[in-house]
Structures are given as C-alpha cells and as structure tokens.
C-alpha cells in the first residue's frame, strides 16, 4: 500500500507529505500540502486520504490541507467494522489529530462518513472551527433502499465482498462498485488511484464499512442538532446521488442556520471526482469569501 500511495502522491504533481501520528492507540496516516490557513479533508467510506487527489492541488495553492486516513481506511490501523462504533473510531480520533496539532480557526471539508464528522467536531467545539463543507453527508437521511437493507446484514455483505466484490482487477466486478457511485461510470481516474483502490479495498472492503454505517443509519442521525451549528456551512450535493439521494437529505438543511447549498447537475455521490475542476471553484469561493 505504501507503494502505490506514494505512486499517486507522486502523480499529484505537487510537493505532498506523506506523516504518521498515533491517536488513541491508531496509527493515523495522513498528508500535508500547500501553506496558508489549516483545511482538514475527510473522506468517505475506506478510501483514505487518495479520493482527494484532484483537490488537493487547488486547494493547496490556497491552504495547508491535511488529509487524513480514518481508521480501517488507507495505511492507518485497521478496524473491525462488525464492531464500529463511529464516535469512537472516527470522530474521536478526528478530534484527537486535531488536538495533536494544535489547530485554530481550522476549515473543514467532509464527505459521506466524512461529513458526518465534520458536523460532529463543529458541534462539539464550534469556536474552534472556521467554515465548513460537507459533500453529500451521512447523517441527514435514514432512508434507504430494499438493497441497502439487505447489504445491511453483515453476512451477506461479507459474503459479497470475498465472492463477488474480490480484489481481482480481471473481473472489474470492484472498479464497477466503486463507479456505480457516479452519475457517469465512465468517469476518468487516474490509473495511479485505482491501484490504490485496489490495494485498500483488498486490505480492507468498502462493503462492510457500508453495512455497518446502514445499520447505524439512525444512530447516525443528526436532525435538529444541526440548527446548533453557527458556522457558515456549505452543503454540495450530487443531483443523481443513489447513495444518499437528495431529496431525502433535503429536510434536514433546514435546520441549519448559516448555510449556502450547491447542487451539481449530471453527478453522483462524489462531485469532487466527477466534477473536479468546478467543486474546487465553489469551495475555493466559499472559504477564500
């Protein structure tokens, strides 16, 4: 794995940092870019601090971004998802790496599980905090569908993730999961970046952090919290989002007080992939504002 990160840091074009801190007894591995005022970037699902890869050089012209790995994601220590528990494990731990370095007035940019986060460290300290992002974010809808429902028992999303969903890059049956999250499958990713999907996907499988964030689905709720967050928050959703789709996710931006809503045409559950060059725009815009 540390290979094929260092191939795609190394793709980035950029002068990248690839660090390690231990937090709560987790090794985290994380990356540092650019100068300028602190933006901490938190992925989804397992994918680790790579599904930035076309952001963070923008971003870093402005900001000295840290992406990190959560736990059970990229080279940091893995987990058992059988027995998440997302408090402990990812917002905890996101709040020890910012204590760790001492961060002040730090921007936020969260997406999925991520985005959860985000709300959940602005909630617990939002003096600490500056502006923040979140990118079609869990925790603002408990629908899903008959599928998720069943990926839902553990088992069967196992059996799923060794059989049908295994690391074997002739089948392409994983690389198609990864691309059903998008409006357009055939969306452009860096060969680099696929070799690194594969390499996490293989030490840890995306399902079964999926299974267990849907069974948690109600846990993860925010809902009213959010009318508690006063900080100016932008909300980028993809239109054609299955994972999360928008107009479950819609009521809940109502609760929130100080917030600017971005809805991408023509893209899925990962805008910042699929349209790379204008969500930097907007999120460049937003905080430099």
Known sequence: LMDTERRLADAMGIPLEIKRVSIGGFNINYVVAGKGPPLLLIHGANF??????????????????YAIDLPGAGRSSTIDYRDLNPEKHFFSITKGFIKHHGFSNLHLL?????????????????????RV????????????TMQDRMIA????????????????????????????AFYNPHTTLKQEFTSYFYTIAKKSPP?????RLIKLRHHLFLGNELRFIPN????????????????SATPSFDFLQNKSI????????????????????????????
């Open 110 to 130: 969260g997406h999925s599980i991520g985005g959860w986060v985000v709300f959940k460290l602005v909630l617990g300290n939002p003096g600490q905090i500056g």
């Open 262 to 289: 971005e809805v991408f045409s023509n893209v899925g559950h990962v805008p910042f992939v699929e349209a790379p060059d204008y969500f930097n725009s907007i999120v460049l815009r937003f905080l430099n504002s």
């Open 153 to 180: 028992w553990y088992p069967l999303a196992k059996l799923i993730s060794y059989v049908i969903l295994r690391t074997e890059r002739s089948r392409k049956n994983l690389e198609k999961s990864l691309r059903s």
């Open 207 to 211: 399902l079964l952090l999926f299974s």
């Open 232 to 247: 100016k928050t932008l909300i980028i959703w993809g239109e054609n989002d299955t994972i999360i789709p928008l107009a």
């Open 48 to 65: 680790g601090w790579g599904v930035w890869y076309p952001n963070i050089p923008a971003l870093a012209k402005h900001f000295t971004v």
């Open 133 to 144: 992002v979140v990118v079609d974010s869990v925790g603002l809808s408990t629908s899903i």
